[in-house]
C-alpha cells in the first residue's frame, strides 16, 4: 500500500489528504467550535455579513451561518461515506465471489447486473425519495441500490485477472482453501484500484445529494445539508452574496479535493508509474544527411566513442552505461551480451535515440557512418528520405500495428520510404516476405498480426525492416520470446541478410549460446561496462576475464558424467548500479580479484586478433 | 495404462499418467488440443525432464498433474491413487507431497505479503503448529534453500529474481513435499544465477529424496538434472527415453530437429538446412503424423495414421513409423 515514500514524493497527493482531514475535523467539530446552534432563529441579527461574532454570517432567520455549514458539511459528507461504502461493501463481496466463482455463476451475475445497470440511476434516487420520503435514509438507500454495480463489476474484472496469477495458482497447489485465498491473496492485490474508485465514489454521491437538494428532494428541514444551504443561498445571492459562496466554496474544493486525491491515487499505484511510456515506434530512424560515397568508404558502419547513460531516479543517479566505445562494420554481427541489467538495451536504445528524454544524461561520440549522430533523433518516417539505421525488438506483437494487416504494414513501409506506388510496393512486399523465409506470402499479406505465429510475426517485422533497407540494424533480444527452432531460423535470416545486403547487426542478447554460434564479435558487458571484447570464436575458445569464464562456466556442461561437475555456479549477484565504486565491478564475485581492483579501475589488455579484456589479473598473466 | 508405456523396471511409480487429454475453448476462436492421450509414469526418486516448444502443452501436463487444472480425458495417480477423486483431507494430503515451482518467481509471489509468511502458510499446512515451531521451521527452510533468516521480513519487491526463486523452492518445500513440479524454474534468471538454483535443486534433490518433474524449453538444463526425458510436440509425446540416450541416439525426427537447433547442443553447424516453419494450424480432417509437413523423411505411411509410442531400444519410446 501507499506508504510514506510516495506520499513524500507527491505534494499533489499530501495537500489533498490534508485538506480533506481539514475538512472532516471542522464537519465534526464545527458546531462546537460556535457557541449557536444551528436551528436558534434570532429575528435580530437576520443576514448578518461574516463578522467576529458570525464569521460566515446569519441567514434570512438569523441562525448561524458558520454552525449551519459544517453541520451541512457533516450531513453531506456522512451520505458520501455512507452511500460510498455500503457500495465498496456490496461490491467486494459480490463481484468478488462472482469473479471468483467465474463460470455459469460468474454469467448469470453479469446478466442480471447489466439489467439493473440499465435503470438510470438519478431514476431510482428520485423514486426511493418519493416512495420513502425525503431523508438521510432514502438517499443512501436510493444512492446505493445500483450505485454498487460499477464497483462490483471493477471489482470482479481485477479478481478475474487475479486469481490466473501464479501466486494464487501456487496457493490453490499449497492447498489453501478458497475463503483464504480471496481474503490473504486476491483481494490485498485487487485493492488498489477499487481504492482509488471509493475516493471517486465519495464526491459523486456528495454531488448528487447537493443536486437533489437543489431539487428539493434532500434532507428535510430544518435540517440543512451544503446542498440546502446552497439552495437557500441561491435565491439571496443577489443581496448577500456570502450565503451563496460560503457552502458552494466548501462544496466545490471537498469535490476537487476528493477529485485530485483519487487522480494522483491512481497514478501513483500503477505499477507502470516511473517507467517510460511504451513506444509505438516499430523502428526509429536517423535523419541523416546524404554522405558522399567515397566518405563512407572504409569507414566503420557504427561508431561509439566513451559513451555514457545515466538515469536521474528518485534513489540518485543510475550509471547505465559506462564509457563504453565500440564499433561494427558493415556486412558484421556485433553480439553485445549480457545478463540483466548490464545495461545492453540501454546501449541499444540510446543508439537510435529512444530513451526517455526525461532524465536520461547522454555523452560521448556516436558515428554512424562516419557522422556524428545528434539527438533528437526520431523524425516522422515519412521526412526521412532513406533511413539507414532500424531496431527490432524481443515483442514482435507490440512492434506491428494490431488492425492492419501484415502484408500492408509492410507496403506502407515501402510506399513512404522508398516512394513507391502502392502496386509495386505490394509486389516488393510479397517479395520482402520470400526473403524472410515466409512460404506462403499471399496468406501472410492478408493476415492479421494476432493470426501469425510468433516466429512469424517477428518475421513480419523483418519484413518492415527490410522495406526500409537499413544498412545497420540495432537487435534487442529479437529471439528471446521464440523457441529454439524458430530461434535458429531467425538468425539464419539475419547472417543470410548480412551477407546478401552487406548489414551491419548490433545483436543484443543474454543468450551466450546464441553469441557463440552466430555473432562474429563480440562484447561483453558487465554493469554497464564492456569488460571483454573480440572475435566470437576467439573469446569463447580462450576466455580472459574472470566474469566471462564465469558466465562460460555456468552454461551446463553436456559432457560431464556427474551431473554436479557439469555446473558451476558464479557466486553473489549482479551489483548494486547505485553503489559502484570506482574500480572493476565484478571484483567482489570475483574468484582472483586483487586487494586493488575495487580501487582502481581496470586496464585494457589487448591480445591477438582484437581480443582485449579489461582486468589486473589478465595483465599481471600476461606479464609473467 | 497402454503397453507401450509401462514401466520395465521394479521401481516404485509415484505419479502414472494414463491417457491424458486437454481441449482448450477459447472465447471466439475454434477449440485445440493442447495435450493428446498421454501416458507416462514417473519414479520414485527420479526427475523425469519434459521438453517442448512453447505451446506443447508441457506447462498444461504440469499444472494437470498438481490438479490446478483438469483433464478432458485420462487419469492422474499419485501414490496409487486418482488425484481427480480425492476428497477432503485426502485432497489437502496430496497437496501437501506435491508442490509446484514456477517460471517467474515474481510473479509466483504475493507481492503484498512477507516472503516468511508465503512459506509459513505451507509449514501450516504441513501441521506444524505455534507461533514459535513454526516460525523455527520457516528459517530452517530460508536456511536450506541459502537465504538468511532475515529475508522472512522482506517483500518480494525487496529480493532478486535468484533470492525469490529460492523463495518460492522453499515455499514449495515447506509442507515437507516428495514430489515436485519444475516449471521451467531457471528460465526467466540469467545465467550466473540458473547455474545456483540448478545446484541447489540438486542438492535438495539428494539431501530430501525429491522426485521432479522437469519442464524447460532448454535442452542444456534438462540433460544436466534429468534421468529420463520425454518430449512433446503439438500436445504428444513422441518419445521418451533415459537422457543418456535422448541426447546420445534421438530417434523422432523432431527430437533430432530440436538438438540440431538449439544452440549449446550445436557447433559451427550453419549450413544445417532449416527445416521450414509450418504456418497454418488448421485441424486436419483426416489422422497423420502432426510432425509430418516439417518431417525430413516422410513415409506414405505417415499421412494416414498417428504413429504410438513404441519401445525401439530397452527403455527407449518413439513415436515415429520404424525405418524400413
Redesign the interface.
Known sequence: ?AGSRPLKSSPLLLTSLLFLIGILTLAMLGPWLSPFSPYEIDLTQTNLPPGLAHPFGTDALGRDLFVRAWGGARISLFVGFAAALIDLGLGLMLGGLAGYIGGKWDTAFMRSVEVLYGIPYIMVVLLLAVILGPGVFSLIVGMTLTGWIPMARLVRGEVFRAKE???V????????GPFRILL??IL??VMSPVLVALTLTIPQAVFLEAFLAFIGLGVPLPRASLGTLITEGARESWYYPWQLFIPATILCSTLLAFNTLGDTLRDMLDPKRGEPAPRPLVRGSVNIPEIPPEKTLGAPLLTLEQACVRFLTPRGELPAIREVSLTLQPGEMLALVG??GSGKSTLGRSIVGLLPKKGSLVSGKCLFMGQELRLPRLGPLDQLGKPKLAMVFQNPLGSLNPTMQAGKQVAEALVSARMLSWAAAKDEALHLFKEV????QR??FFAYPHEL????RQRVVFAVMLALSPSLLIADEPTTA????????IL?LL?KLKTTRGLGVLFIT?????A???ADRVSVLYAGEIVEEGPSRRLFQDPRHPYTK??L??????DADN??N??????G??PDPYTLHKGCAFAPRCPVARPYCKDEPAPWVTLEDGHRARCFAVKEALLL | MKEATRPKEHLPQLVVLDDISKRFYPQGSPSFEALSSVSLALYQGETFGLVG??GSGKSTLG?II?R?ASPTGGKVYFDGRDVFSLRGRA??DF??K???V???PK???????RVGT?VE??VA?GGIAGTRAKNERVDELLEHVGLQPSHAKLFPHEL????LQRV?LA?ALS?SPKFLVLDEPTSSL???????I??LL?RLKRELGLTYLFIS?D???V???SDRVGVLYKGRLVELAPAKAL?KEPLHPYTR??LA????????S?TTT????S???AEKTHPECAYLPLCEEPLEACKSRIPELHEASPGHFVACQPKA
Open positions: 500500500m496469477e501464479d501466486f495458482l501456487a496457493a490453490t497447489a499449497m492447498g489453501q490473504w491473496h490485498p492485490n545478463e540483466s523465409g515466409i512460404q506462403n496468406r501472410c505465429s510468433g516466429g512469424m521464440l523457441d529454439v527452432a524458430t530461434q535458429a531460423r539464419a547472417t543474454h543468450n551466450l549460446a546464441l557463440k554460434g552466430w564465469g558466465l562456466d555456468s552454461i551446463p556442461k553436456l551431473p554436479d557439469a555446473l558451476f555456479a558464479l557466486p549477484s549482479p | 516448444e512453447s499444472r498438481l490446478l485432497l489437502l497437496r501437501k506435491a508442490q509446484v514456477f517460471q517467474d510473479a509466483a509471489l504475493n507481492p503484498r505479503m508465503a502458510e505451507g499446512l532478486s529474481g535468484g533470492q518460492c515455499r509442507p540469467d545465467v550466473s544465477i540458473q547455474a545456483q540448478l545446484k540438486l524449453h535442452l542444456a538444463v540433460r544436466v538434472l541426447f530437429a530440436l537447433l538449439s544452440p549449446e547442443f550445436w557447433d559451427a550453419r532449416l527445416p521450414a516453419e504456418e497454418g494450424d
